[in-house]
């Protein structure tokens, strides 16, 4: 079964400083997806970025960019620039790529980030 | 594009009464909807998964009778809370796929 994993509970930043989050899993498949999302003091979550798993190419999403390494089977989330708007929980989620119905998500437990003015 | 609109946002209700969380899809069509429960400073814990026409498929342990999921149309999805308990206060959120797995903003339900 896959399995995800976000081994920092909570992590804490100074304004305009990057911070990263780290995430791992574990999985048997060779093509996935794997996505960063936030959910800030309203809870709506809000998907900050996304990887395919089969694009060498890290994907970025204005100040986030991640750092995917497939063999290692990383995927970290770098914050740069961080603003008080990017205090969150954050959650990295890992999906199949051919789910057909079964395209649930596996989350990790998240990373509380506090931004620090 | 590709909102999800959820509601009640919060509701309080009787031990013993059953309540009902609407999700809908107001500009594409959900084919899939995914129902989640989360506990304060905690991960989303997947309740179900249902498809549109198709009888929701439940996660191990939670209980089909007590977490009613109807999801008749492309465009709504229901969750209701059946004979609802202290216990089952929390925070319930829908999310539709396809377009990137879209979130509700939520239902805070405490049962008192």
């Known amino acids: 079964a896959q399995t995800v994993t976000q081994s920092q509970p909570e992590m804490s930043v100074q304004e305009a400083e990057t911070v990263t989050l780290s995430c791992t899993y574990d999985?048997?498949?060779?093509?996935?997806?794997l996505f960063w999302y936030k959910q800030p003091p309203s809870r709506q979550m809000i998907l900050v970025i996304r990887q395919e798993a089969y694009k060498q190419q890290n994907a970025t999403e204005n100040r986030f960019s991640v750092n995917f390494q497939k063999a290692a089977k990383s995927f970290s989330l770098k914050i740069s620039d961080s603003q008080l708007g990017d205090a969150a929980m954050y959650f990295c989620?890992?999906?199949?790529?051919?789910?057909?119905?079964?395209?649930?998500?596996?989350w990790g437990l998240g990373t509380s980030l506090a931004v620090n003015p | 594009g590709a909102v999800v609109s959820q509601h009640p946002s919060w509701v309080i209700c009787k031990s013993g009464t059953s309540v009902k969380i609407e999700c809908r899809s107001l500009?594409?069509?959900?084919?899939?909807m995914f129902w989640y429960r989360q506990f304060p400073k905690q991960s989303l814990m997947l309740m179900a998964t249902?498809?549109?026409?198709?009888?929701?498929?439940?996660e191990q342990g939670v209980e089909k009778d007590k977490f009613l999921i109807n999801h008749a149309s492309l465009t709504l999805s229901t969750l209701t809370v059946t004979s609802a308990h202290p216990e089952d206060s929390s925070f319930y959120i829908c999310?539709?796929?396809?377009?990137?797995?879209?979130f509700g903003s939520g239902t805070r339900l405490t049962v008192v």
């Open positions: 500009d594409f069509q959900a084919t899939t």
């Open positions: 989620a890992y999906r199949r790529l051919n789910a057909g119905n079964n395209r649930k998500l596996i």
């Open positions: 999310s539709a796929a396809p377009y990137r797995y879209t």
């Open positions: 999985t048997s498949e060779s093509d996935y997806y």
């Open positions: 249902s498809n549109e026409g198709s009888k929701a498929t439940y």
